[in-house]
């Protein structure tokens, strides 16, 4: 069983998420050369983050030095939550104007959702990453459950929200239903993301086979956020 979960693991790694990580490259220079303002910025922020995170992810899994497996660990950690707070931001720079919704407010909001992790991060025994557990990162389940509940109510909660209230602002037809799909690709991927964390967690083997399989979702959800966000939505509104 350990041998089934870690090739598929190694297929998932090296031949999912990179590639999927050039998609979200690709998605970043195409926003950025369509347009360049808050909204495309802080999409942007959260697909570059998203795309270091497989790309050390790759790393972390053929590397033989366990003082950099440990960094690599960390750091996919800390740039995936990272990135969940730029995706509330996206939606709030489409929500309201940049007159409205001020650079400044936008950097206290990031800082806030950062100060938060860090507390969580800093749980102690939270994070394990050693010989025992074969250095590969594992998380506590009092770890995993602080950090499920602050996600849902400073990332999930705020981006259903925010979301709802995009669909219904939008008077074109063609944008709602790309914010449709947008939203749905979206959910997948959060998904994937939520999972991760208990598959960090849960060392229950058939759990962890399963949960690799589950994964491939991953690829069409991230079809679906490039097909929603392919072409500029706040001034078609």
Known sequence: MLQLIEWAKFIIVIFIQLPISAIFIYM????????????????????????????LNAISFICRVNSLICI??????????????????????????????????????????LIGILFILLIPGGITINEQTQWKLKCSWLFTLTLMLYITCFVLIPITIQSVRIYHQFKVTQLKKRWRVYCIGLSGFMFIIIGGFFYNTWTNSLYQISWLFLSLIILPSTILIYLGIGKRLRTQQ
């Open 28 to 55: 970043t220079c195409k926003v950025l050369k369509r347009r360049r303002d808050r909204v495309s910025y802080s999409h942007c922020a959260f697909s570059i983050l998203i795309s270091l995170t497989f790309i």
């Open 72 to 113: 690599l660990q960390v750091s996919i950690l800390v740039l995936t939550l990272l990135s969940l707070i730029f995706l509330v931001v996206f939606n709030l720079n489409i929500l309201r104007s940049e007159s409205d919704f001020h650079l400044k407010t936008q950097i206290l909001i990031i800082l806030f959702y």
